[in-house]
């Protein structure tokens, strides 16, 4: 579904992503981890069509747009990291601003209803005013917001930074619950045991650099990667 071969992302002159291959299969959710600054979110950015980047990124089968309202026409929608909700408008019309680019008012309202379900906290909180939500709250905000533009593709970066541990892992329970809508989910993911449990296939990024790739349920077992990420020795 995605392929993304030799890809190099600069700011000034830091070398942020050096020639990486990444391919993301239809109906799977695969991750990216590493530490702060390794070049994860660089990458989703790369992708949607936020920065400029060296390379080639290629969407079922085509060249995909580096234009990031394209990006969103083609399937692709990015769930940023530190949600970016907008905070003076309430939580029904941060799901609106989600299908701008939709003319289907049928398909619309059938995915209100499919977020609601997905999210009862936010049906609860429809009238609400976003920026009054908690970070739990938000973060859901942030992802229905994101299924409202009806992607195949779903890019999540940090979900679940600053969340508490319940939260935590509620947010990864919904993730289990998209991919079962037959959303493909790449996965960028600094709580390297949730990433791996939920995820298909992963990447480890390090200094902009792939170092290891494997199916998850290995890599979770791989002696370095628990030592660096997982916290084990």
Known sequence: MLKVKDLNVFYGGIHAIRGIDVN?????????????????????NAISGVVKYQGQIEYNGQPLSTQAHNVVKAGICQVPEGRII????????NLKMGAYLRNDSKGVNADFERVYELFPRLKEREK???????????????????????????????????????????????????????????????????????????????????????????LIKDPKIQEAYLGKK
């Open 24 to 44: 993301v299969k239809k109906g799977e959710i695969v991750t990216i981890i590493g530490s702060n600054g390794a070049g994860k979110s660089s990458m989703l």
């Open 86 to 93: 907008f905070a003076n408008l309430t939580v029904h019309e």
């Open 128 to 218: 609400q005013i976003a920026g009054t939500l908690s970070g739990g709250e938000q973060q859901m905000l942030a992802m229905g917001r994101g299924l409202m533009s009806s992607p195949e593709l779903i890019l999540l970066d940090e979900p679940s930074l600053g969340l508490a541990p319940l939260l935590i892992n509620t947010i990864f329970e919904i993730i289990r619950e998209i991919k079962s809508m037959g959303k493909t989910i790449l996965l960028v993911e600094q709580n390297a045991f949730k990433a791996l449990s939920v995820a298909d296939y992963a990447y480890v990024l390090e200094q902009g650099v792939i170092t290891s790739e494997g199916k998850a349920s290995e």
